[in-house]
């Protein structure tokens, strides 16, 4: 219900508890990272969260197989190692994994189109979880789809694992051009309109009124480089995911923080500017500076060069 | 609400977490908020909130340009009001684990204290603010553990004190940002305004 102010509240608690903590990470930068060093490093770099999980996205697209939620040992060891919030990744609709995820005191749950798609039709009732889940989306429909089945953030996909931010600016520009045509339509046509998007009416009438998603927008998928960050952040984004940016060195040789000291230095001259870029993404000279200070990128893939089949965005409906 | 003319232009440190909920929250109260990501900005603002986030990925930011120095010095002059990780790094001690802060209050603050994600909580209660019971959303919120002479409590979730005042400085350990009800915020506005 609006207020006297004319503003909305969510009127379920613990929706707006999971929405809150999206909230706090606002601004930051999320690191996906595949051990205790990789969680310490982007900690100490000024990551707002990690996620915590088996292989990144770059070496799930190199080797190949099930891609599953992260051992809960590894997820224990990292919770256990930092003091900022700790995110995992389950499978679309595999609820179980979920269920697993929330047992371990998980602080916010990634349903990934990143890994093996579990079920084919439906996605996580996340309603019924007390942990609150981020998703991916394409399109508005997309967000509102999952918004509707409780997800607290959403996320442009991009595609995951290539460090080429092509589809995450696609995304991010379809999402806010989508959100802006609602703002200038009569009631009537919003009935329409959520037909047009497969989005429950009610969503599509809140994004009309206030222009924006009723939960956070932040960007991953393919974002590599601090200059990509600032892009993001000046497109909408709200903050920050980083897949493979950081700890990859080749297409699927992570960088050997643990035993080489210059591939340690590089990987955190890298999580510290994309921290930079993202808090002062408004400012060239800062951007400028930043980036100076980076040693070394991952080597990426052209997202254009994959086959249909190879992508990563297209799971999850 | 538009702002007053005249009434204080009021700073959110804005280096991440939910400053734009607190700036909407300053202009609900009447107040012109701006966001505030370098040292030299402080000097415009006759007040300073430090909003929810990470206090780590915050401090990081402070290490650099002389922030942290600039900052402590302001917070010495002018009022400030530090909500959750805000709170953290205005405390004297932070545990769980050790880090710097800004010592401008009195307090000794546990971060993380009442455990993850699953068991922040919403909670109303009485406080020592008038216009009737409080509604107070903890996310991973830290806890006062003890508080100096000079600390005046104004809200306690159980024991713990949760809302305090030092002089020119308040803190929260939970959000009101992320309420409707503005009288923390109008409170603020007014410390300002009163050290003008």
């Given at each position: 219900?609006?207020d006297?102010n004319?503003?909305?509240?969510?009127?379920?608690?613990?929706?707006?508890?999971k929405?809150?903590?999206?909230?706090?990470l606002?601004g930051?930068?999320?690191?996906?990272?595949?051990?205790?060093?990789?969680?310490?490093?982007?900690?100490?770099?000024?990551?707002?969260?990690?996620?915590?999980?088996?292989?990144?996205?770059?070496?799930?697209?190199?080797?190949?197989?099930?891609?599953?939620?992260?051992?809960?040992?590894?997820?224990?060891?990292?919770?256990?190692?930092?003091?900022?919030?700790?995110?995992?990744?389950?499978?679309?609709?595999?609820?179980?994994?979920?269920?697993?995820?929330?047992?371990?005191?998980?602080?916010?749950i990634?349903?990934?189109?990143?890994l093996?798609?579990?079920?084919?039709?439906h996605?996580?009732?996340?309603?019924?979880?007390t942990?609150?889940?981020?998703?991916?989306?394409?399109?508005?429909?997309e967000?509102?789809?999952?918004i509707?089945?409780?997800a607290?953030?959403?996320?442009?996909?991009g595609?995951?694992?290539?460090?080429?931010?092509?589809?995450a600016?696609?995304?991010?520009?379809?999402?806010?051009?989508?959100m802006?045509?609602?703002?200038?339509?009569?009631?009537?046509?919003?009935?329409?309109?959520?037909?047009?998007?497969?989005?429950?009416?009610?969503?599509?009438?809140?994004v009309?009124?206030t222009?924006k998603?009723?939960?956070?927008?932040?960007?991953?998928?393919?974002?590599?480089?601090?200059?990509?960050?600032?892009?993001?952040?000046?497109?909408?984004?709200?903050?920050?995911?980083?897949?493979?940016g950081?700890?990859?060195?080749?297409?699927?040789?992570?960088?050997?923080?643990?035993?080489?000291?210059?591939?340690?230095?590089?990987?955190?001259?890298?999580?510290?500017?994309?921290?930079?870029?993202t808090?002062?993404?408004n400012?060239?000279?800062?951007?400028?500076?930043?980036?100076?200070?980076?040693?070394?990128?991952?080597?990426?893939?052209?997202?254009?060069?994959?086959?249909?089949?190879?992508?990563?965005q297209?799971?999850?409906? | 609400?538009?702002?007053?003319?005249?009434?204080?232009?009021?700073?959110?440190?804005?280096i991440?977490?939910?400053?734009?909920?607190?700036?909407?929250?300053?202009?609900?109260?009447?107040?012109?908020?701006?966001?505030v990501?370098?040292?030299?900005?402080?000097?415009?603002?006759?007040?300073?909130?430090?909003?929810?986030?990470?206090?780590?990925?915050?401090?990081r930011?402070?290490?650099?340009?002389?922030?942290?120095?600039?900052?402590?010095?302001y917070?010495?002059?002018?009022?400030?009001?530090?909500?959750?990780?805000g709170?953290?790094l205005?405390?004297?001690?932070?545990?769980?684990?050790?880090?710097?802060?800004?010592a401008?209050?009195?307090?000794?603050?546990?971060?993380?204290?009442?455990?993850?994600?699953?068991?922040?909580?919403i909670?109303t209660a009485?406080?020592?603010?008038?216009?009737?019971?409080?509604?107070?959303?903890?996310?991973r919120?830290?806890?006062?553990?003890?508080?100096?002479?000079?600390?005046?409590?104004?809200?306690?979730?159980?024991?713990?004190?949760?809302?305090?005042?030092?002089?020119?400085?308040?803190?929260?350990?939970?959000?009101?940002?992320?309420?409707?009800?503005?009288?923390?915020?109008?409170?603020?506005?007014?410390?300002?305004?009163?050290k003008?």
């Amino acid at each position: 219900m609006p207020d006297a102010n004319g503003k909305h509240q969510i009127a379920n608690t613990q929706l707006r508890l999971k929405v809150g903590l999206a909230e706090m990470l606002k601004g930051g930068v999320i690191m996906d990272v595949m051990n205790v060093e990789q969680a310490r490093i982007a900690e100490e770099a000024g990551a707002v969260s990690v996620m915590a999980l088996e292989r990144v996205p770059a070496m799930i697209r190199a080797e190949g197989g099930v891609a599953r939620m992260a051992r809960p040992a590894l997820i224990k060891q990292i919770i256990a190692a930092v003091s900022i919030p700790v995110m995992a990744k389950t499978r679309i609709g595999h609820f179980a994994e979920a269920q697993i995820l929330q047992e371990l005191g998980v602080d916010f749950i990634d349903e990934s189109e990143v890994l093996t798609p579990a079920d084919e039709a439906h996605h996580i009732d996340k309603h019924a979880f007390t942990t609150p889940f981020v998703c991916g989306a394409r399109n508005l429909g997309e967000a509102l789809r999952r918004i509707a089945e409780g997800a607290a953030m959403i996320r442009t996909k991009g595609e995951a694992g290539t460090g080429d931010v092509v589809h995450a600016v696609q995304h991010m520009r379809q999402i806010v051009r989508e959100m802006k045509g609602l703002t200038v339509l009569s009631d009537q046509e919003l009935f329409a309109a959520a037909k047009e998007h497969q989005a429950p009416y009610e969503l599509i009438r809140i994004v009309a009124q206030t222009g924006k998603l009723p939960v956070p927008n932040f960007s991953a998928g393919g974002i590599a480089t601090p200059a990509d960050a600032a892009l993001m952040m000046q497109l909408g984004a709200e903050a920050i995911f980083v897949g493979s940016g950081i700890f990859m060195k080749e297409r699927a040789t992570p960088l050997d923080v643990e035993r080489n000291a210059s591939e340690r230095n590089e990987a955190v001259s890298r999580a510290k500017a994309i921290v930079a870029a993202t808090t002062h993404f408004n400012d060239p000279k800062v951007l400028a500076e930043v980036s100076e200070q980076v040693t070394g990128t991952m080597k990426g893939l052209a997202a254009a060069a994959l086959d249909e089949a190879q992508l990563l965005q297209t799971r999850g409906w | 609400m538009t702002a007053t003319p005249g009434l204080g232009r009021i700073g959110v440190l804005a280096i991440q977490g939910d400053y734009a909920a607190h700036a909407e929250a300053l202009s609900d109260a009447g107040a012109s908020p701006f966001l505030v990501r370098k040292p030299e900005q402080l000097q415009e603002s006759e007040g300073l909130i430090l909003p929810g986030g990470e206090s780590t990925t915050m401090l990081r930011f402070l290490e650099k340009h002389n922030f942290f120095e600039a900052l402590r010095s302001y917070c010495g002059t002018h009022p400030v009001f530090g909500t959750c990780a805000g709170a953290i790094l205005l405390s004297r001690e932070v545990r769980n684990p050790a880090q710097q802060s800004l010592a401008v209050l009195d307090v000794v603050i546990e971060r993380n204290a009442y455990g993850r994600q699953i068991d922040s909580a919403i909670v109303t209660a009485d406080t020592e603010l008038a216009g009737g019971p409080l509604e107070m959303v903890f996310i991973r919120a830290p806890r006062i553990l003890s508080v100096g002479p000079d600390v005046e409590i104004l809200a306690r979730r159980d024991q713990d004190p949760v809302l305090i005042r030092q002089g020119h400085a308040m803190a929260a350990t939970f959000h009101p940002e992320l309420s409707l009800d503005r009288r923390i915020h109008r409170a603020f506005v007014e410390l300002v305004r009163s050290k003008r």
